[in-house]
């Protein structure tokens, strides 16, 4: 098949695709004539959305480099019959790291003990055992960060509505809701897709019920907290800070909400790029192309199946 390949990924994925036979069309100058005449996109944030896939009638598949799919419409490539694949659980190794690295950072201060010229007793330097970690959403990255916050001592409770009030297979406890579990919190990491449902599941309500410095990572998708609010609950001094690697516009935009406020480290969306969940990613990508053309898909890679 003709694939186009919409932004930079790991070289290996580009051999593999050559390898199976396929025309590979590596990030070109002309994205609108590359879709014309492409029969598999492998994307990663590019938006595909309804006008864009009506102006590639070639299309068959596309392959997500990454779980999220929220930058593809869903609906419009059902309809036109194209197939829709992602990667869950290529690089949630790296997506752990990452959210592992912002509590470290803000828990112990970090950016203020960079820039301190000798000992200040007056920096806030708080250990991560012993606190509350609540993981909303169950998918590979959260149950990397309970393996790894559990080393560091970390209580773990899970927001999982298919066994509210119950347990995960590993034993931790699975919260009755959202709202009965923010109070006791004293980390709140997010693991959700973007969706209708869970946009600005984390509000102001929200934030208000975590208790008093309390710690909010998110390195799933950007408009699963109401940036404003947060901001807002920021300047207050209620939250202990804020770790994101994702915001709602990226790449971040003049007017944020965030910029210049205090106790916020922000990344740039790159929590899935360590050297191989960016490797592995890329290359499950590609095999579902492969998998496609073969007419045998992975129902565990499978967002939209092909036509019967």
Do not use: C
Not at 76 to 81: T, Y
Request: without cysteine.
């Amino acid at each position: 098949m003709r694939v186009l390949v919409t932004e930079p990924v790991h070289p290996d994925t580009l051999v593999d695709l050559a390898a199976a036979g396929h025309e590979v069309i590596d990030r070109p100058a002309d994205l609108a004539a590359a879709l014309a005449g492409a029969e598999a996109v492998l994307v990663r944030t590019v938006k595909l959305g309804a006008d864009r896939l009506a102006a590639a009638p070639r299309l068959k598949i596309i392959a997500k480099h990454g779980a999220g799919v929220d930058n593809i419409d869903l609906a419009a490539a059902r309809a036109a019959g194209i197939a829709v694949t992602n990667t869950p659980g290529a690089n949630s190794g790296s997506v752990a790291e990452q959210a592992m690295m912002l509590m470290l950072g803000l828990a112990r201060s970090l950016s203020a003990q960079r820039i301190a010229a000798r000992p200040d007793p007056s920096i806030p330097i708080r250990d991560l055992q012993g606190r509350r970690l609540t993981l909303v959403g169950w998918g590979a990255s959260a149950q990397r960060v309970a393996a790894l916050a559990v080393a560091f001592g970390m209580a773990i409770t899970v927001v999982w509505p298919r066994r509210a009030g119950g347990a995960t297979d590993e034993g931790y406890p699975v919260a009755a809701s959202l709202a009965e579990v923010l109070p006791v919190t004293d980390v709140l990491s997010l693991h959700l897709p973007l969706r209708p449902e869970t946009r600005d599941l984390i509000g102001a309500a929200e934030l208000a019920a975590l208790p008093a410095g309390a710690i909010v990572i998110n390195t799933a998708r950007g408009g699963l907290i109401d940036e404003a609010a947060l901001a807002e609950a920021l300047r207050a001094g209620h939250l202990g800070g804020a770790g994101l690697d994702v915001l709602a516009v990226e790449p971040i935009r003049a007017d944020e909400p965030l910029r210049n406020v205090p106790n916020v480290m922000l990344t740039p969306h790159l929590a899935g790029m360590g050297d191989r969940g960016f490797r592995a990613t890329g290359l499950m990508a590609a095999q579902a192309i492969a998998d496609f053309a073969a007419g045998r898909l992975d129902p565990k890679m499978t967002v939209v199946a092909p036509p019967a």
